[in-house]
């Protein structure tokens, strides 16, 4: 139990040594990311208390079945995406541990106060990640709403701590639910995080900085810092927004939209990383709208699908074509760059849900769930599937179909399979091998991270398990 | 009346925030903001008549009539965390200024 | 109406009429002096809400350093400005 | 149409915001705030794991925090996390925004500076090193700590670097000094696992409240506090006075 807080102040510690041992920063940005992923295999599920004092008082982490797994989750997929880009890193590597220990902290942090600090690291760490592109407009522009949004996240939390006295999350939710006037406070803290889960209308920055970054920044921001936002969100969703059904309403209006929105957009994208990043906003709004119907079990599949998808692609995206070309260009390069080329498909099979995949369970357990709830719902989300596919298949074909004689503009030299990073090569196989043995055993997740079903650990979780497929089935 | 004037600030900066076309005047909105929350805060913690959370030889005992400490901790957190949001904001804006040569958005927006 | 209401309506009063004409200045330079002269308020409004510790963060850290932030990103800028 | 809309939307806001404080709904009416419900009741009597009544300035001994100054107590000691967490992000600001500013062409020429901005900053620098340590000392007795001492101490290199136009920090010293007294932070919290089991558990005695000799680890994290922040600080200022390379 005591292992858990090493997750968030070994990487620190580490950023911290790499000011003194200034030509060791590398070497322990790897030990960092390596020491993580060690440290997962001996963390162990409870309550940590910081300094030693009890829940409201002391700031805590809670390490329940729900964190366990963003965690699990967020360290590995950090290790490989830092290991398949190694070459992007260049001086920036206390800012990537600074960035790790924010989001570890963001999922396991108790206390809403120290959320808002954490949620600080992470932006910060990612403002400057993301100013490596050199298109500074952008990252001033994330800024300024993500100043905005942490500001009024403050503001509603403060409010909560006037009438509850209390900043502790698990005190505040058991205390509120009798209590009236929780509209304006529970609105900011909504708010607040929808800037990082990027909800419309607080996206505006996301097509600026997801397009610029580079293969390595795109793909933490995308598949790591969404998910622990969304991991976030989840927990504050459940625990604080259970009580008004009001605002639960407010919540599946705005993701529903963020969906619709996010998924046409990406319909239209030019190039990859656009379509990516459109698709990212589109999948933030429906893990947001299973996370706010209660869902919550189908909702951490969706998470998993998602960060393990938007991980291979961004970091593909990247490798075929740093300048960000449109995909109508780059006719044919997954011939020469065969490895890479499956795992983007797997990938893009599993983030539209297509059986044999994971992405097939999430969606399939979502659909099942939502019925229960809204006829409506589903089929929104079987347009959308419909839709990702269309544009999902068509780039597939595209990157794999050379095309007509000299209608291809790609350089063929450039490209030979020697060339490519290795590191890339064994993640994606690693990932597309994960994707496609979780999608025909799903029992394998079922035992090792999703064996409990009392996954969040409020007192007004639905039930997720009854209406469910059960995974251990199989296909 | 403290209260409502901390509600006021907050509201100027957003305001100044999305009306203004100038960069650094964006980061200005924004501090006008910070400062409006961080008083509304600490007005959060008060209790009339109460003496300030710190025993000393006059204040010697805690069964005094302190005013919350809580807020005033979470501020001095939010004004460090706030400066430096606004410094890489700045190096930000100067940088912006170096490649396009003016601070006024619009003008940034059509050289993208 | 005793001291301490009257001082406090005339700080609220005195924070709002800065915030407006920090927003509403044209004069960049002459914002950020007001926002200066804003924090200062600010840091007597905290020592009248009982807030010493955070008056003096506010002294130093609000309307010191920061200011000279905002000035030194105005002056380095104009100077990469005329090399052009 | 911007304006109006934006007046529109923080209209609304203020509507809201003004009710809820104005209503005894959530938010109790200014100047009415209600200790005895919130978690700070137990931070002022410093009774969150024992159980003391009342604790005397000048004669409790061994309390659970030690501390004088309650904002410090939670500053470092109840909500310390935040406070690493808050350390965090100026270094990560201090160190972005280096990386931001890249490869320079040292610092801008800064025009020689009048007679009595020279003396006067001769004199008022090392007052301002004087109180910037003091406060840092003092932080668990007197109002301040190691944020205020650290911008304090920043501040009168900030004299030195807008009086003295020949004066160039060395910032080498400086990130070696903010690595190591962060480092130092987290490996007391590791010493106090290894010790307690609790991370910035104050593993010290705590003596007597009032006493300079007091309060456990607290005096202890705010001088490496204090430290980071005014050596962050003092990277951040010089780093504003970095000129454009010109490439």
Request: net charge neutral.
């Amino acid at each position: 139990m005591k292992y858990t807080i090493l997750l968030i102040v070994l990487p620190l510690l580490f950023a911290f040594l790499s000011m003194i041992f200034k030509n060791q920063k590398k070497p322990l940005l790897y030990l960092g990311i390596t020491v993580n992923v060690a440290l997962l295999f001996i963390i162990s599920k409870g309550t940590y208390m910081i300094g030693g004092f009890d829940a409201p008082y002391g700031i805590n982490l809670v390490l329940d079945q729900y964190s366990y797994i963003g965690v699990i989750l967020i360290n590995s997929l950090f290790f490989l995406s830092i290991l398949s880009n190694s070459k992007l890193i260049g001086s920036y590597s206390p800012v990537y541990l600074t960035l790790l220990a924010g989001v570890n902290g963001m999922i396991l942090t108790g206390d809403l106060f120290n959320l808002f600090v954490f949620i600080e690291i992470t932006t910060i760490s990612a403002y400057i990640l993301t100013s490596q592109s050199k298109k500074y407009i952008h990252t001033f522009n994330y800024l300024i709403i993500g100043s905005i949004g942490s500001g009024l996240y403050l503001l509603g939390v403060m409010l909560l701590y006037a009438g509850f006295g209390s900043l502790n999350l698990a005190d505040i939710a058991a205390k509120s639910s009798a209590a009236t006037g929780l509209l304006l406070p529970l609105l900011l803290i909504f708010v607040g995080l929808s800037v990082e889960t990027k909800l419309v209308p607080f996206n505006g920055w996301v097509r600026g900085i997801y397009k610029n970054s580079n293969g390595l920044v795109g793909s933490l921001l995308a598949s790591i810092v969404a998910s622990a936002a969304l991991f976030v969100m989840g927990r504050v969703l459940n625990s604080l927004f259970a009580t008004s059904a009001f605002m639960s309403n407010i919540i599946i209006l705005v993701a529903v939209i963020t969906l619709m929105s996010g998924e046409f957009s990406a319909f239209k994208g030019k190039s990859i990383k656009e379509i990516l990043l459109y698709s990212s906003i589109g999948q933030s709004g429906l893990i947001t709208l299973l996370m706010v119907t209660g869902l919550i079990f189908p909702a951490i599949l969706l998470i998993i699908n998602n960060a393990v998808s938007k991980l291979v692609m961004f970091s593909i995206a990247d490798e075929i074509s740093p300048e960000n070309k449109t995909y109508s260009d780059l006719k044919g390069s997954f011939a020469q760059r065969k490895i890479l080329g499956l795992g983007f498909t797997v990938a893009s099979f599993s983030l539209i849900g297509l059986p044999l995949f994971l992405g097939f369970y999430a969606k399939i357990n979502s659909l099942i769930g939502l019925f229960d709830i809204n006829v409506l719902l589903p089929l929104v989300i079987l347009l959308i599937t419909v839709v990702e596919g269309a544009y999902l298949i068509r780039l597939n074909i595209a990157l794999w179909h050379p095309g007509e004689e000299g209608e291809s503009v790609y350089d063929v030299k450039v490209v030979t399979q020697a060339e490519s990073n290795m590191g890339m090569i064994l993640t994606v196989a690693l990932l597309s091998f994960v994707i496609i043995i979780t999608g025909l055993k799903p029992d394998l997740l079922g035992n090792s991270v999703l064996s409990d079903h009392s996954l969040l650990n409020t007192k007004t979780m639905t039930t997720t398990s009854e209406f469910l497929i059960d995974l251990k089935g199989g296909l | 009346m403290i209260q409502i004037s901390a509600i006021v600030l907050m509201l100027l900066g957003i305001y100044g925030l999305l009306t203004t076309k100038h960069i650094i005047k964006m980061i200005i909105g924004l501090n006008i903001f910070e400062v409006g929350l961080n008083i509304f805060i600490i007005t959060i913690g008060y209790k009339t008549g109460a003496v300030a959370p710190i025993l000393t030889s006059q204040n010697n005992s805690s069964i005094l009539n302190f005013v919350d400490p809580l807020p005033q901790a979470i501020v001095l957190t939010a004004i460090v965390i706030g400066f430096g949001i606004t410094a890489v904001g700045l190096i930000l804006a100067k940088k912006i200024y170096v490649q396009h040569n003016t601070y006024n958005i619009d003008e940034i927006g059509g050289k993208i | 109406m005793n001291a301490t209401v009257v001082l406090e309506l005339f700080i609220s009063i005195v924070l709002i009429f800065i915030g407006v004409l920090i927003v509403f200045s044209k004069n960049i330079i002459k914002s950020i002096i007001f926002l200066s002269i804003l924090s200062m308020i600010t840091a007597v409004s905290f020592v009248m809400l009982k807030a010493p510790d955070v008056a003096i963060t506010e002294i130093v850290i609000g309307s010191g350093l920061i200011t000279f932030l905002f000035l030194f990103t105005l002056k380095t800028s104009k100077k990469a400005g005329d090399s052009e | 149409m911007k304006k109006i809309l934006a007046l529109l939307l923080v209209s609304v806001f203020a509507f809201f915001a003004i009710t809820l404080v104005q209503s005894d709904q959530l938010v109790p009416k200014f100047g009415d705030a209600d200790l005895s419900s919130r978690v700070s009741d137990k931070y002022i009597s410093k009774s969150v794991s024992v159980d003391n009544k009342v604790v005397e300035y000048g004669e409790t001994v061994n309390a659970e925090t030690g501390s004088a100054n309650l904002v410090t107590s939670i500053v470092v000691n109840y909500r310390s996390f935040d406070t690493l967490g808050e350390v965090t992000v100026l270094f990560i600001s201090a160190l972005g925004i280096s990386l931001i500013v890249g490869t320079t062409d040292g610092m801008i020429k800064r025009s020689e500076s009048g007679f009595i901005l020279k003396t006067g900053s001769k004199v008022l620098m090392p007052i301002l090193l004087i109180v910037g340590i003091y406060v840092i000392t003092h932080g668990h007795l007197t109002p301040g700590g190691g944020f205020q001492g650290g911008s304090m101490i920043a501040s009168a290199v900030l004299l030195l670097l807008i009086s003295d136009h020949e004066f160039v920090p060395n910032m080498n010293k400086f990130k070696v000094l903010e690595g190591l007294s962060g480092s130092l932070y987290i490996i007391i919290g590791l010493v106090s696992i290894s010790l307690t089991g609790y991370f910035l558990k104050n593993f010290m005695p705590t003596g007597q409240v009032g006493e300079l000799m007091s309060a456990g680890i607290i005096p202890i994290i705010y001088l490496f506090i204090g430290l980071k922040v005014g050596s962050e600080l003092t990277g951040i200022l010089s780093d504003f006075l970095k000129k454009e390379a010109n490439v």
